[in-house]
């Protein structure tokens, strides 16, 4: 045990150098060994599941948009998501890994693209999940006198898609916004002041800007079927662009933060 | 090798590391000795391109730290005691580091046994105790296979008898032909390890010595220390 000897193990190749590749893989790994961001994702898509069986099961308007009902239990599930984002990033930084991960990965543009690559990919997965799971399980839920809603009609099908879209959207916004703020608690209350509180307050005081708000987007665009049936007070923004909204504020985010991650000190 | 060349690094008004230059030789143990604050941590960071400097550059083989193609296999390196997430076990936390060098679990389970912690390769490093953690720093380190050792005061939180493995590891290493720079703020305890010495005080460097020459100097080791510490910077 004292003694270290020459290693059996040698390197293949010198050719090549660590890059996006060897980065992706050091984070799925990160990913995969913990037990809490699974446990957060697996009570998310129950959650949201469960809201939306509720909400079939007491749904009363034969008229209404269904769709849009059974898929509003998002609301929560984006903030769980938001939270996580936070973590990928801050959990770094708490812990002090951060430089044992960059003393192993140096190129702090490409460990910050890893680190997007993998949480927005399982992001959308278990995001897509919760919103088919919820749509089957609400529309399932609905009274006798009720025409439930198909994925073979091609808005429902796009409603659904999109709103699972919106929670790797969320979920790559934390992200930024850890790597930018960098303490935890922080940044989780930037996240849910942004995109929860202040962008509300926002809308309720200026109309014409609630449609951008978050949550707005996802409840009057995203999940929207049936045109004219949202009732806020102000113009929801047409399906596409507010997916288009919520990709920018993802992407202004975490362009921020890889220019400050880049700059700084670790 | 590693080479200083004029290091410099402000944090506000305090400059933490002013114009330091030095070399560390491959072959031998060389002790990064300073007391507390005199900017050995300061220093070793921006030596692996973790904080940049204001002034002057450090290299590793001629090279900038991300300039090289596979750091883990080049340099290994121990900052913190606990530089993990609490809730991965040790030998989860190796596989995360060694997927950036392109590094087989196989290795992953040679270093554990290296240092010692086969036994609690899957228990979760939160719980590890000090010299616990120490010992999975030191794996981390040797991860790669490096030929450049990076240690900040591996020797905290260790038993007397971690101590004296701690030496014997490092001394091996050096014989091996690898550079070895491991700190400490304790001239007792580097003592035991280093053969070279490069004191520092206030972000400058005091002395590049060897253990033998800084004790004759004042015929104790303690004791050069304490007058190089103290009326040092001019």
């Not at chain 1, 799971?133 to 409603?159: E, I, Q, Y």
């Not at chain 1, 109309?207 to 113009?235: N, Q």
């Amino acid at each position: 045990m004292t003694t270290i000897s020459r290693p059996a193990w040698r390197p293949a190749t010198y050719r090549s150098a660590v890059g996006f590749r060897q980065a992706a893989r050091m984070e799925r790994i990160k990913l995969r060994t913990l037990r809490s961001p699974w446990v957060t994702l697996l009570i998310t898509v129950a959650g949201v599941v469960g809201l939306a069986t509720a909400v079939g099961l007491n749904s009363k308007d034969t008229h209404a948009d269904i769709t849009s009902n059974v898929l509003a239990g998002v609301a929560p599930g984006l903030l769980a998501f938001g939270v996580l984002g936070v973590l990928v990033m801050t959990n770094e930084y708490s812990s002090g890994l951060i430089k044992a991960t960059l003393a192993a990965v140096p190129h702090r543009r490409t460990l910050l693209a890893a680190k997007t690559a993998v949480f927005g990919a399982v992001a959308l997965a278990v995001g897509e999940l919760a919103s088919f799971a919820a749509f089957l399980a609400g529309t399932a839920a609905l009274p006798a006198a009720f025409r439930a809603p198909s994925l073979g009609d091609p808005t429902v099908l796009r409603a659904v898609l999109m709103v699972g879209a919106a929670y790797p959207l969320i979920g790559l916004l934390g992200l930024g916004i850890g790597t930018i703020v960098r303490h935890g608690a922080a940044a989780t209350g930037v996240v849910i002041g942004a995109v929860f509180v202040g962008a509300q307050a926002l809308g309720a005081l200026t109309h014409s800007l609630g449609a951008y708000a978050p949550i707005a987007i996802v409840s009057d665009s995203l999940s929207v079927t049936k045109a004219g049936t949202a009732h806020a007070g102000y113009a929801a923004l047409r399906p596409w662009a507010g997916l288009g909204m919520l990709a920018l504020y993802a992407a202004v985010a975490v362009a921020a933060g890889a220019v400050l991650f880049a700059r700084r000190d670790a | 090798m590693i080479e200083a060349s004029g290091l410099s690094k402000r944090y506000g008004p305090v400059r933490a590391v002013n114009d330091l230059s030095f070399t560390v030789e491959p072959g031998s143990v060389t002790g990064f000795l300073g007391p507390n604050g005199s900017g050995k941590s300061t220093t070793m960071r921006m030596i692996l391109g973790l904080d940049r400097p204001d002034a002057g550059r450090a290299t590793i083989g001629g090279r900038a730290y991300h300039d090289l193609a596979w750091p883990l296999r080049e340099v290994g390196a121990q900052l913190e005691a606990r530089a993990f997430h609490p809730a991965r076990s040790a030998r989860s936390h190796l596989r995360v580091l060694a997927a950036a060098g392109n590094i087989p679990d196989s290795r992953v389970d040679e270093v554990l046994g290296a240092v010692g912690l086969s036994d609690g390769a899957h228990r979760r490093a939160g719980k590890f105790s000090l010299g616990m953690s120490q010992r999975l720093g030191i794996a981390s380190a040797l991860l790669g296979d490096p030929g450049v050792l990076i240690l900040d005061e591996p020797v905290n939180g260790l038993d007397p008898q971690g101590v004296r493995w701690i030496r014997t590891l490092l001394r091996s290493l050096a014989a091996e032909g690898r550079t070895v720079l491991v700190s400490s703020h304790l001239i007792s305890e580097i003592a035991l390890v280093a053969d070279h010495l490069i004191v520092i005080g206030a972000g400058r460097l005091l002395a590049d010595t060897t253990v033998t020459d800084l004790c004759a100097r004042s015929g104790s080791l303690e004791e050069a220390f304490l007058t190089l510490t103290s009326g040092g910077v001019a």
